[in-house]
């Protein structure tokens, strides 16, 4: 099982509050306010009351994912009725540019889902906010270190063979994204500064006041004003920076009174060790974000590439937009396994885990079908051109079958933020996606000569699938009253730091 005592001893640097309970007493009374009297209740009053937790979580992230998500949809969407270049162009620079950087930014900003869950279950409330500028401090480095993707853009992807009047464009509109690169930054740690509070109505609120703000600024640009392909990345720039506003205000100004007592030089400290846990964060959801993404450039290398990369990219903006909800999941499951944990329950973080799995499933099984009834319609939302409208849809059983792990894989993905694994499943991550599915992709595509299917079809059998079952035993074989323990540890030493402060 993972060690995770490494990455809870090297985050506890900074002095707490005064709401540390240090007693077994006060830790058992803790425990019972997160669950109740669950030994009394039958077991659907039990998966009743654990669902209740998790979807306080998981309703508002749904919503507020989905919002900012839509916002490169209807970008890319403005952006295919200008042309298949257009379209090619927009899809390269918002998915493998901007989706390269968003995993990295994405994955950095997750190790607060470890470190504010467990505080907050801990009831170490201070620490969320030394936690959040710690984070800010970090991601804002990584953003300015990054930058070179943007302006070299052209160039990297003409290299990574991609046509060339698809790369001239796609790199001119990366350019236009630097803003949008900085906004992550601010936006990513607010979000799970936030949700680890059950502060999602918050983030839900503030995201669909951007999303209508979008809509209505790209109607305006594209279809009014005639701005074209760089208008409509301006009004992406425009729309998440408008979120970065909205949760910022709320936070320093009086939304977080226990967890956000204004800035402090303690942010400062431990940034070395924060460091690293945030990069073994980011390590393991960028090889999974990252995945498909590539999958768009391996396409542009096949013939008919703008065809294939059009078709891909529509695949990937609806697999992106159904993934919102397993994320949504992998964000509750973080949060509640992170909270039992940190009170100390082990029982109730696997019960946690073992609801979340089940309904998420459940929800990626519908979606499947869906997408399998309705694959010759939802192309439409994108593109008219009729050879890619068939393209997409002779790929669409892949894509359900994506759906449909998704539904299981995030959220064990979740399970392994709350718990601190994200060092060890970094490992299994960079095994099964880049040593096992893109491997068998490349085989299938090129050497057995199925092209774009064979790719998808040999990434999805030989990463995915055997991801997800590798964490699925993780998870089955973890002793949760030993991982209880170790948090419980972390709690005290935290105690005990207060006190020979």
């Not at 508002?60 to 295919?80: D, E, K, L």
Request: charged letters at 10%; proline letters at 3%.
């Amino acid at each position: 099982m993972p060690n995770t005592s490494q990455s809870g001893d090297q985050t506890i640097t900074a002095p707490l509050l005064e709401y540390s309970y240090s007693s077994e007493t006060s830790t058992s009374k803790h425990i019972q306010e997160i669950n109740g009297d669950d030994d009394d209740k039958t077991l659907a009053q039990r998966i009743w009351t654990e669902t209740k937790k998790l979807w306080r979580v998981v309703g508002p992230a749904i919503f507020s994912r989905i919002a900012s998500y839509s916002t490169f949809v209807i970008t890319q969407a403005f952006a295919g009725h200008l042309g298949d270049l257009e379209l090619a162009a927009m899809s390269i620079a918002s998915s493998v540019v901007i989706g390269f950087d968003y995993g990295v930014m994405l994955g950095m900003a997750s190790a607060l889902e470890t470190l504010c869950g467990q505080a907050y279950g801990a009831k170490k409330y201070y620490m969320l906010g030394v936690y959040l500028q710690r984070s800010w401090i970090v991601l804002l480095l990584c953003c300015f270190l990054m930058l070179p993707v943007f302006f070299f853009a052209t160039p990297i992807l003409k290299l990574l063979g991609q046509p060339p009047d698809v790369a001239e464009l796609s790199g001119v509109v990366s350019l236009y994204f630097i803003p949008l690169h900085f906004s992550f930054a601010i936006q990513f740690p607010l979000q799970r500064f936030l949700q680890s509070q059950l502060k999602n109505s918050v983030t839900a609120w503030v995201n669909f006041g951007a999303f209508m703000v979008h809509i209505l600024l790209s109607w305006l640009v594209v279809s009014r004003l005639r701005l074209g392909l760089v208008g409509t990345a301006m009004t992406l720039n425009f729309s998440w920076w408008v979120i970065v506003l909205g949760l910022f205000l709320y936070t320093v100004c009086g939304g977080c009174p226990l967890t956000w007592t204004g800035f402090s030089s303690e942010a400062f400290s431990g940034s070395w060790e924060f460091l690293k846990l945030s990069a073994s964060s980011g390590v393991m959801l960028c090889l999974e974000f990252w995945y498909y993404r590539i999958l768009i450039i391996m396409g542009g290398n096949l013939q008919n590439a703008k065809i294939a990369v059009d078709a891909l990219s529509i695949h990937m903006s609806i697999n992106g937009l159904e993934l919102m909800i397993p994320f949504a999941f992998f964000a509750g499951t973080g949060v509640r396994v992170a909270n039992e944990l940190g009170a100390g329950n082990g029982k109730g973080a696997k019960f946690a885990t073992i609801v979340s799995v089940t309904e998420s499933t459940i929800i990626g099984l519908i979606f499947s079908l869906l997408i399998m009834f309705f694959h010759n319609e939802f192309a439409l939302i994108y593109t008219t051109s009729k050879p890619v409208l068939e393209a997409v849809s002779k790929l669409s059983i892949l894509l359900a079958l994506t759906v449909l792990l998704n539904g299981v894989q995030p959220i064990l993905s979740g399970v392994a933020v709350g718990s601190g694994w994200q060092s060890y499943v970094a490992y299994v991550n960079l095994g099964c996606y880049y040593l096992i599915g893109l491997p068998l992709g490349v085989l299938m595509g090129w050497v057995f000569h199925l092209g774009v299917m064979g790719i998808w079809a040999g990434m999805i059998f030989g990463g995915t699938a055997v991801q997800t079952a590798i964490l699925a035993v993780i998870t089955m074989r973890c002793d949760w009253e030993k991982e209880a323990a170790k948090a419980k540890m972390h709690v005290k030493k935290w105690s005990d730091r207060r006190n020979n402060v």
